[in-house]
């Protein structure tokens, strides 16, 4: 399989980012939980608590997919000075997509889902990498950051389709990557975040010794500010042009609003790391953040019933109301804080499945295990 290659990770620790996908991932389970148990007749965004819930829930998938393009990319110009298929973060990359794509399609086969939008966001990015490596004639963060303006542009065709699927003759599995009938997590527009993040895990590499003061804390809280705050503004400025008046340029609002909002949330946590927070390795918040695909992959189980056929969604669905819907999604959280509490004992346990099928799949892309 050719030479194989070990892992060199970046001094730096981003504690933040763990933090990040702790708090995306916690929001993703009492998210998923309570929209499906809520009875009907709490559906209502008149509610003050309703609301509240359902604008937090928005951000969550951005956060998780913005996460994954910084970190990713952090990781891989760890191992700049390689040779491309060299850098073992780039033949992770591709075991990860493979990984992703097969959990993905086996937990809904029929549906283009967060770990497919993942997936593809991963291979983007390599390939990308792989095409700043031939041709250095831009910085690589601009790569990124026009992938992802093309993709949140893309929305001002995608958003009007409504029921007509595209590409018009393409199987579904095709079609749900970009506007079809189970499209619940299209590239077009959500690997933008993808996108956005690698651009910033780029800087934040290129700048990694800056990263944790108060300049770039604060430049980057204005930024998710203006962002957010702004974006409306400044589409219905390009709006005012003769030539750009027929161009729906207020479909992008909502999702450059979360972008923003990823930006806030992500500065305040790094504010929170190098001020006031006091980190510690072994920590079990973080873990649990480390953590965030098998975790996926067994909610999905016990919630819905992926593969296993039967889940607490057959039984609970539209049942609960508000004050039943909190313990019960306490008791949901708690599964999962007591499953990464003994991870490394689980993963002990079941280490005569698990190896064989770490050692060939890594040996598959010349990854020394």
């Known amino acids: 399989m050719g030479n194989q290659v070990s892992l060199n990770k970046p001094k730096t620790r981003l504690y933040f980012i763990d933090i990040a996908r702790t708090i995306a991932i916690l929001l993703m389970l009492e998210g998923h939980f309570v929209h499906d148990s809520l009875a009907l007749e709490w559906v209502n965004e008149s509610f003050p608590a309703y609301h509240t819930w359902k604008f937090i829930r928005g ?5 998780f997919l913005t996460v994954t393009g910084v970190v990713f990319t952090y990781l891989l110009l760890g191992n700049e000075h390689l040779k491309f298929w060299d850098n073992m973060r780039v033949r992770k990359g591709f075991k990860r ?3 992703l794509l097969f959990w993905g399609y086996l937990l809904q086969y029929y549906a283009f889902h967060v770990l497919q939008c993942i997936a593809i ?3 983007t990015i390599i390939l990308l990498y792989g095409l700043y490596r031939l041709v250095k004639f831009i910085p690589l963060w601009i790569y990124y950051f026009v992938a992802g303006t093309l993709l949140f542009f893309s929305y001002l065709f995608f958003g009007q389709l409504g029921a007509t699927y595209w590409p018009a003759n393409a199987p579904s599995f095709i079609q749900n990557m970009f506007h079809g009938p189970h499209s619940l997590f299209p590239i077009t527009p959500h690997m933008a975040y993808t996108m956005y993040g690698a651009m910033l895990g780029v800087l934040l ?9 108060w300049p770039v804390i604060l430049g980057a809280f204005v930024l998710g500010l203006t962002i957010f705050f702004g ?3 400044f589409l219905l400025w390009l709006q005012s042009f003769d030539a750009l008046q027929h161009i729906p340029f207020y479909r992008m609002d909502w999702l450059y609003e979360k972008f923003g909002m990823v930006l806030i949330v992500l500065s305040v946590l790094l504010g929170l790391e190098t001020y006031v927070l006091d980190i510690k ?3 079990l918040f973080l873990k649990i953040g480390q953590n965030t695909l098998s975790i996926y992959i067994i909610h999905m189980m016990l919630l819905y019933g992926s593969i ?4 607490f969604n057959d039984f609970l669905h539209e049942k609960l109301g508000p004050y ?4 019960y999604t306490l008791g949901f959280w708690l599964i999962f804080i007591v499953y990464v509490h003994y991870i490394d004992q689980i993963r002990a346990k079941l280490q005569f499945i698990l190896w064989p099928m770490k050692k060939y799949s890594s040996q598959l892309f010349g990854i020394k295990v």
């Open 59 to 63: 951000f969550t998938s951005p956060t």
């Open 97 to 99: 997509v493979v990984e």
């Open 121 to 123: 966001g991963i291979l």
């Open 205 to 213: 590499y290129q700048h990694k010794e800056k990263v944790k003061t």
């Open 231 to 233: 974006v409306k503004l």
């Open 281 to 283: 390795k072994n920590n």
């Open 308 to 311: 296993i056929r039967v889940g």
């Open 324 to 327: 039943e819907v909190i313990p």
